[in-house]
């Protein structure tokens, strides 16, 4: 079975809901008490620095199909930077993207995203750098990210492929089960092989906080 996917329609039911929309508008930090070493908060271009280290990484790479064999010169990651600018942009007013960064111990360690593959759904998608794996902090990003989307009121499908393993593994640890399934999109080609339907009414809730800045601006972030 395959679908083609698309990823541009809008994130939230309901835009103009201030308690969700402040996600867009607002700096904001989510914490797990449980885990006070890890801290989530909205990527914006403000952080470039410390997430574009994190990207052309190649051994973060490895499975991600359409960058896997990227090179990334100067020109390339210049290309990056305004794809990255624009998606934060249209996200602004769309509503279609929160992308997150991920601190532990004070230092940005991977990187999450939340993005529209239907009017009603997303896929959660997750990059951790090699120093933050094997220590529980994906299964825990991904549970963040995935009670994040359900906050927005969406159905989350996260999709990897199938030689993923770190990611089956994470997925398979939160009790999800995986269905074979390609999916496609238009000018980047097949992105997962393997896809996983998260039902709320089983999902069992992570208990985090969230705290927003009411004067906005950005979270100051290190690596």
Do not use: C
């Not at 009603?120 to 951790?128: F, H, I, N, P, T």
């Amino acid at each position: 079975m395959s679908r083609e996917s698309k990823e541009d329609t809008d994130l939230l039911p309901s835009p103009s809901s201030p308690g969700l929309s402040k996600y867009f508008s607002h700096r904001w930090t989510i914490s797990v008490p449980s885990h006070p070493s890890l801290r989530f908060f909205r990527a914006t271009p403000s952080h470039f620095d410390v997430w574009i280290p994190i990207v052309t990484n190649p051994e973060n790479r490895k499975m991600l199909p359409d960058t896997r064999d990227k090179v990334w010169d100067e020109a390339a990651v210049a290309e990056w930077k305004a794809a990255a600018e624009a998606r934060y942009t249209e996200a602004n007013t769309k509503f279609n993207k929160l992308e997150v960064l991920i601190e532990l111990d004070g230092r940005v360690a991977g990187y999450g995203n939340i993005v529209t593959i239907r009017e009603d759904a997303a896929s959660v998608g997750l990059v951790l750098e090699r120093t933050a794996r094997g220590r529980g902090v994906g299964k825990l990003a991904m549970a963040v990210l995935i009670q994040l989307g359900f906050a927005f009121g969406l159905q989350l499908e996260p999709g990897t492929m199938k030689a993923n393993g770190p990611m089956r593994g994470v997925m398979a640890s939160l009790g999800v089960a995986e269905e074979e399934e390609l999916v496609v999109i238009p000018g980047r080609g097949v992105v997962a092989e393997v896809v996983y339907r998260v039902r709320r009414e089983r999902w069992r809730e992570v208990e985090m906080r969230v705290v927003f800045d009411e004067e906005g601006g950005f979270v100051e972030a290190k690596r």
